[in-house]
Nanobody
Framework: QVQLVESGGGLAPTGDSLRLSCAPS????????MAWFRQAPGKDREFVAA????????AHADSVKGRFTISVDNAKNTAYLQMNSLKPEDTAVYYC????????????????????WGQGTQVTVSS
């Protein structure tokens, strides 16, 4: 059974940077897409960024555009989220997700499209 394992979360001051990683364990697969979502206390899970294998397309939520960047090491099926210029409102549990089939571009931000999820890693940004 494939599982996704996130790492790299923690506590950071406003303006600082963190890099999250997401790697599969317990098996191998070739993901058609990988993504990051986040959930702050009392809020719904929201889309952060996604990558699609076909064409190497990426998408980022408006709230993180220009500050966060998703990338994927194809050989390792490992996804990264480079987070720069962190803000207190970025505080949340960050989840990695993977989809086996290639999604259409407009579906990259839909959590329901993804087959596998990680347990989440906490990111806390202090003001």
């Amino acid at each position: 059974q494939v599982q996704l394992v996130e790492s790299g979360g923690g506590l950071a001051p406003t303006g600082d940077s963190l890099r999250l990683s997401c790697a599969p364990s317990g098996g191998t697969f070739s993901a058609g897409a990988m993504a990051w979502f986040r959930q702050a206390p009392g809020k719904d899970r929201e889309f952060v960024a996604a990558w699609r294998r076909s064409g190497g397309n990426t998408a980022h939520a408006d709230s993180v555009k220009g500050r966060f960047t998703i990338s994927v090491d194809n050989a390792k099926n490992t996804a990264y989220l480079q987070m720069n210029s962190l803000k207190p409102e970025d505080t949340a549990v960050y989840y990695c997700a993977a989809k086996i089939q290639r999604p259409i571009l407009s579906a990259l931000s839909l959590a329901s499209q993804y087959d596998y999820w990680g347990q989440g890693t906490q990111v806390t940004v202090s003001s």
